[in-house]
């Protein structure tokens, strides 16, 4: 365990190290100027922007540069103009987006650590923990966050003066209270996600659910099988079997209590930051103009400079007079995959969360490759579940392919003039694509793996009765 424990540190030591070394390297690559990494709402330069023309006594939102949150243009503009001689522009922002990627691959951690133990005492509950593969390597949590640290979309999004790092940390803080039981930290983790970026809001259902419910367990029938009828009779011992239907109940019953909770903590923190906007925008500007500005930019999709998903390209071709319904299309695209899931994965809260995720970065106004860094980072927290995905190799082919084309055909049309936007507008497509793969497999998958489970504890309570 120890020697685990001290593995662990050394890979999270060399990404921070890794990171270090890139932000040191003369303009790293031009990553602040890629499309892939920079979009409206997260780039640092557009921040810095607007804190600029704030310090000028004008709105933040004036022109169409900043989109951002007033609160993060607080705590991160200030460290745009700082410069110190010797050092790269930006060092200080850059810092804070290591420290929030260390943060964040922690707060990994610790969730896959609560979800593992978690998992273990529901099968062991079930009398099928047999079923759980010993093994010397890492947990699941700590592979997921070294997955999420030594990601090439999360590493880029560091070093490219992205704002993800800083998205993505709440997002994380959000899913790791509500797995821990956190109830203030839940609210506030989802209450600043929702700010920063509006799509988080959807998350609501699988943190309400983590609450009641608690950490992902098989399917709640299956405690019901074992509870041996309505009535708690039981072919064992009369002791045996009230400690398992007591069990298997307090597993099926869903808790309103933490839910009223969070909805009250949820209430206070959006009170709080409605607040702080409004003494950050009051001398220039308004609250009205900051929605039109944040979340009426992302609806409305008014800025059509090229990035990595499937909408800009769309929105530039189609017709001013149907613009406004598929614009309804794409958005309630999202929001009619909500219930569905939902239900059917009601006793998976944490990898609900992950599919919500992955979804909204593939169908967002403006991704980066932030926005995939999360839901990889998360994908290895269920490294039982997937273990027979399929396509595993074709969809890792496919993200590397993507990653290597995109920047090439961007080239190709931009610069060199050989090419056109379908060029680039492939990459993304292709992009989406793997994406809907990645989300159907896995979720194909874990409901595999729930039939497993139900077979074997069927097969154990029949040899268990005769």
Known sequence: MEKKKRGFWRWLIASVMLRLILIYLPKTFNLASRPEISTPLVSLRRLAEGYWLKKSSMSPYAGSMYHGSPLLLSLLGPLTVK?????????????????ADIISALLIRATGHTLQMAYRQS????????LLKSSDSLSSGDVAALVYLWNPFTIAACVGLSTSPVENLVVILALHGACKGLVPLAAFGWVMATHLSLYPAILIIPVILLLGYGPDTPPRKLFLQKGYGKNGDNHSSDNCGQQET??????????????IHFLFWSSLWSIYVLVLCSISVKPHGSLWEMFQRTYGFILTVEDMSPNIGVLWYFFAEVFDFFRSFFMIVFHLNILFMILPLAIRLKHRPCFLAFIYIAISSMLKSYPSVGDSALYLGLLGLFLDELADMQFSFFLLCGYI???LLSPVMHNLWIWRGTGNANFYYATGMAYACLQIILVVESVSAVLNHDRKLRKLSVTKLRDGNS
């Open 123 to 130: 099968l062991n509950s079930l009398d099928i923990v047999d």
């Open 246 to 259: 007591n069990h298997s109940k307090a597993e099926v019953t869903f808790s309103w209590r933490p839910v």
């Open 401 to 403: 392919g993507v990653s």
């Open 83 to 99: 410069r110190i001689e010797g050092q790269p522009d930006h060092l200080l922002c850059s810092l804070v987006f290591v420290i």
